[in-house]
């Protein structure tokens, strides 16, 4: 058989080693053969084999006509590599060599053929038993391989492949139960690697699904008591980035599988995919079964929730009614705040509960909440129509979770950092610009930044993952599973009423009979004309959520970590790249400075003043450079124009930091003829930038747009 590899490889030195080194090594070589149980014979021959290459490699005129060939094979046309030619009575020990050269994976393939019929060795021979052994090392060793590198479904293959082996042949129990232990390690790797694939790779990405079902159903469901190998909070970290690699309607199936028999977690992830459906594909129908199945779960404390669901169904008056029983009264003082009408202050709450609670987290999903759009949406309409003519029938009536129990667990509370989209719960923030790039390019682009991969150790799960940036859970609860059943009083669907304000600011002519549908259009253009813009206005800092306690000032939910940097950003320091221990808001602000001056450099076909490597992760500069081999290609050139104009970091943690950034941005797109073929004129984008460290450094990971 041909190894494929050369005599230093084979003996472990390097091309530039003189004769004194190349014998010194093969001393230690031979002083050190492998200790895991091959037979004295594998040995003798792995002894002749070092010292073969070994006289070659210390004799100046052999080793001379070797090197020789060696340069003439690697300037041949041909894509040739080198190998050495082993007789088969010597196999077993060449591939002993080829593994402690660091090619596991060859070694196990080699080894793998040589126990199949008709190379296998006889049964009970030394050669069977070598082999045997020798296929389980390089199994484990390739698998090894391949997890460093990130090929987690490559490791789980190899490792089930050695596992068939090893049980077909019968031998090494040990190694057996190593492997399995392996493999069982390897399973949450390998579903992130094969639910981040694109949405074309169908088959791997149903076997993702597969075994996400089966870890979920190991644990005894997402609310079991879970498995001493994967705590609860490792858990948790690691399903809050399975959420951002589901489309909504596979979180749908999913939870609602989950959420049966009783699942109380899976049942209100289930509520809210069901309503980030309806929302973006503007399916009402939708939002009455995430309502229902919210209402079916018993979850205390779920009024303002079940207010907003109300409210996207036309349901005005039973909306006002959820929200006033369920709301704290900090929460109620704000929502008077908004507008003279209490309609003000529920639509502000529905369009940051829609944009930070219930939108984030999903694959398929990026729409602006527009309350306007969905109310005039005709699907909307008519559903609400139906519901009126169901309602002039005397069809059902309207259930609510009006009253809920006093008593609850902290179960949602301890799952809240898996609900929540980027796995924290921020305070809501008042809009600085239209949602964009930090360029006016660029998509939201989450690879995997949050789980701290380097930190995790083979083949067991990691126990590092403390270094993830603390949770802020909401202010939610759970009933005890068994517990006090819920009380659903029932409501009478009410008369829908136009707000008089809002028809008086349209100046509308007054009409007989307003159908509901009808009704929604005008409340939309309304409350758009109404001089508290509600569709448009976001939460301002300090809104009180759902459930907070009673205070005579309403506090931020988090505190910002530093306070806002307006002032302009400094020059590039020399420290880049960044490597403090603690970054301040400048080192941070001028990181991303550098990174934008770099990016603008290259889209206008030039080249960065820093390493790009050292200013952002993999993904982006790779997106970066896709980017502009796209421009290249079509003859096109990008001049971008951005400066930071405020910088404030909101979150922090030991590897990662969070800040919300107004950027000044404008850009030109041009052909090679220098026609402007796309302008976007200066003004205002707001973002949310991630930095994460990498060793010693700190770098961009990611951004999200800020609605």
């Given amino acids: 058989m041909e190894l494929p590899f050369d005599h230093f490889r084979l003996l472990g030195v390097s091309p530039a080693a003189d004769a004194q080194t190349v014998l010194h090594t093969l001393k230690l070589r031979l002083d050190r053969p492998p200790d895991q149980g091959f037979t004295p014979e594998t040995l003798q021959t792995r002894a002749e084999l070092l010292r073969s290459s070994a006289d070659l490699l210390s004799n100046s005129e052999r080793r001379e006509r070797y090197e020789a060939d060696l340069t003439n094979l690697s300037s041949a046309e041909a894509s040739l590599v080198p190998g050495l030619e082993v007789p088969p009575s010597k196999e077993v020990a060449g591939l002993l060599l080829l593994l402690e050269a660091g090619q596991g994976a060859e070694a196990f393939e080699a080894a793998r053929r040589g126990l199949n019929p008709p190379q296998a060795p006889a049964l009970g021979s030394s050669r069977e ?94 609310d079991g008591p879970g498995d001493a190998d994967f705590s609860p909070e490792e858990f948790q970290a690691f399903f809050k980035q399975i959420r951002q690699f589901l489309t909504v309607q596979e979180q749908v199936d999913l939870f609602s599988h989950w959420a049966v028999p009783s699942s109380p977690t899976a049942g209100f992830l289930a509520s809210y995919a069901l309503t980030a459906s309806g929302f973006s594909q503007r399916k009402p129908e939708r939002i009455a079964a995430a309502r229902e199945r919210l209402v079916a779960g018993g979850q205390a404390g779920m009024e303002p929730y079940l207010a907003c669901l109300s409210l996207l169904l036309g349901q005005v008056e039973v909306a006002q009614s959820l929200f006033a029983q369920g709301a704290s009264e900090p929460l109620r003082q704000w929502a008077a705040e908004q507008g003279d009408e209490p309609l003000a202050g529920l639509c502000a709450y529905c369009i940051d509960w829609l944009d930070r609670e219930v939108l984030p987290g999903y694959r398929d999903i990026e729409v602006e909440v527009d309350l306007e759009a969905w109310f005039a949406d005709r699907d909307v309409q008519l559903y609400v129509e139906r519901e009126d003519r169901k309602m002039a029938r005397g069809g059902e009536a309207v259930s609510s979770a009006a009253s809920v129990p006093s008593e609850s667990t902290n179960l949602l509370a301890e799952w809240s950092p898996a609900i929540s989209g980027l796995g924290t719960y921020p305070a809501p923030t ?38 993830i940036s603390a949770w802020r859970p909401p202010e939610l609860r759970l009933p005890t599973p068994g517990g006090p059943s819920l009380k659903r009083p029932v409501f009478r669907r009410p008369t829908f009423n136009v707000p008089r304000f809002n028809l008086a600011k349209l100046n509308l002519p007054e009409q007989p009979r307003w159908t509901r549908a009808a009704a929604l259009s005008v409340l939309a253009l309304g409350v758009a004309a109404g001089g508290f813009a509600l569709v448009r206005q976001r939460l301002a800092p300090g809104t009180p959520q759902a459930g907070m306690a009673p205070s005579a000032s309403v506090p931020p939910l988090t505190q910002p970590v530093s306070p806002p940097v307006v002032k302009p950003a400094p020059s590039l320091p020399a420290t880049l790249p960044l490597e403090s221990d603690e970054p301040t808001p400048e ?119 800020l609605a």
């Fill in 129 to 222: 038993a070598d082999l045997t052994l020798l296929a389980a090392l390089a199994c484990q060793a390739s698998a090894e391989d391949y997890h460093k590198e990130r090929r987690y479904e490559a490791a789980a293959q190899t490792l089930q492949l050695g596992l068939q082996l090893l049980q077909r042949m019968g031998q090494l129990p040990a190694s057996r139960q190593m492997i399995e232990r392996s493999l069982a390690a390897l399973l949450p790797y390998r579903i992130l690697d094969l639910l981040s694939r694109d949405l074309a790779a169908v088959a791997e990405r149903q076997e993702g699904l597969h075994l996400l079902e089966h870890l979920v159903q190991q644990r005894g469901g997402l």
């Fill in 430 to 467: 008042a809009a600085t610009g239209a949602a964009g790039r930090d360029d006016g390019a660029e998509e939201d682009d989450l690879d995997w930044p949050s789980w701290p991969w380097p930190q995790l150790h083979w083949p067991r799960w990691g126990r590092s993952l403390q270094a």
């Fill in 587 to 705: 080192e941070l602000q001028a990181l991303l400075e550098a990174w934008l001056k770099a990016k603008a450099a290259v889209l206008a076909g030039g080249s960065a003043s820093l390493p790009l490597e050292e200013l952002a992760r993999t993904p982006q500069v790779e997106r970066l450079r896709r980017q502009r081999r796209e421009d290249e290609a079509a003859g096109r050139i990008e001049e971008i124009r951005s400066s930071v104009r405020r910088f404030t970091v909101t979150n922090r943690a030991a590897n990662r930091i969070e800040a919300e950034v107004e950027l000044s941005y404008s850009d030109e797109l041009r052909n090679r003829q220098g026609q402007v073929l796309k302008r976007t004129p200066e003004g205002s984008r707001s973002n949310r930038y991630v930095f994460g460290r990498d060793g010693k450094t700190w770098k961009l990971v990611f951004f999200r747009p």
